[in-house]
């Protein structure tokens, strides 16, 4: 598959390893030989056990809460733990390493709102930058404009091809009876090109924020009625907004069903029972963030990005264009 003579390495941290095994497994290569664990006191560690002098490496770490042994880390550990796996990458004289973030944590810091807030987006970006990382490939960043907090070179790759490909055999049958819905105005762009494709029509759920993680649905733009619809965002946390939204689609819009896809399934607090209890038939994610351990939901789908990921990588290590797979 690949020719030139710089070797590729691939090694994974400790929030996502079945996915980067996954893309290890699409390119033919084997998973770098790694420990990445924490002291007794929470310190972070990384030792590597194979030289990558010289080697094209990739660091698959989606930077999100996850458990291991049965401990729960959150998602300032798998921070931690990429930022110290490419300092050691680096100061082992890598040729070039690049920051394999599926799922990029913080991303929703990315502005002020108000007085004296920080934008953590940026802050974050400075210090994978700082760390030594050449360039990072991600997915579906919440803002398109945090590529431009980094100084290095940024591919978003994008979920929404996915999901046209699974929803397009889902409802082909009644393709003229569905909708594509944007849970919020905010998510319209996305939610347009991912109709367009789908070749449906659009509605808008207009709703107002009162505070972190909590929304109220105000209205409905378009005409949901006796529809299939398909709820489109970028990620569920606590599922809060999804439910709602789903509701209103249903009481307020007469939708005949609901079905949600989002890239990102960070599924905190009560994210999972409110799924388990809503009117929304299915919600399908990306494996972008691992499922949650032991917690089961017969609503949540998960489909692989690793094929996605796989030729992201191979099209970087042999140098060639990635621009096709953004499409």
Do not use: W
């Not at 996915?19 to 560690?45: H, M, R, T, Y």
């Not at 056990?49 to 550990?77: I, L, M």
């Not at 082909?172 to 905010?186: E, K």
């Amino acid at each position: 598959m690949f020719t030139h003579g710089k070797g590729i390495k691939i090694f994974t941290g400790n929030s996502n390893p079945n996915l980067a095994k996954a893309i290890c497994q699409e390119l033919g290569v084997p998973l770098g030989n790694a420990e990445v664990g924490s002291f007794a006191d929470g310190e972070n560690f990384a030792s590597i056990y194979e030289t990558v002098r010289g080697a094209d490496v990739f660091v698959v770490q989606s930077t999100c809460p996850f458990e291991k042994d049965g401990v729960f880390h959150t998602v300032n550990d798998a921070l931690m733990e990429l930022l110290i796996m490419i300092d050691a990458l680096r100061r082992a004289s890598a040729g070039r390493i690049t920051a394999v973030i599926p799922y990029f944590g913080y991303a929703r810091q990315d502005r002020k709102t108000k007085p004296r807030d920080p934008i953590s987006a940026k802050l974050v970006a400075n210090l994978i930058t700082r760390a030594g990382a050449d360039r990072v490939l991600t997915m579906d960043l919440h803002a398109n404009q945090i590529q431009g907090f980094f100084d290095i070179p940024v591919d978003n790759l994008l979920g929404s091809p996915i999901f046209v490909n699974e929803f397009f055999r889902k409802f082909a049958a009644v393709q003229d009876d569905t909708m594509v819905v944007s849970p919020d105005v905010g998510s319209v762009a996305r939610a347009r090109a991912f109709a367009q494709k789908l070749g449906m029509p659009l509605a808008i759920v207009d709703k107002r924020r009162q505070k972190a993680n909590s929304s109220e649905v105000m209205n409905i733009i378009g005409d949901v009625h006796d529809k299939h619809v398909i709820l489109l965002d970028d990620m569920v946390d606590t599922g809060g907004s999804l439910c709602h939204a789903a509701k209103a689609l249903v009481d307020i819009g007469k939708a005949k069903s609901v079905t949600a896809c989002a890239s990102h399934g960070l599924l905190s607090g009560p994210a999972i029972q409110r799924i388990t209890d809503s009117v929304i038939d299915e919600v399908v994610f990306l494996d972008t963030i691992p499922p949650k351990t032991g917690a089961k939901c017969d609503k949540i789908r998960y489909i692989s990005v690793a094929h996605l990921f796989a030729e992201a990588i191979s099209h970087i290590y042999e140098e060639t264009s990635v621009s096709r797979l953004f499409s």
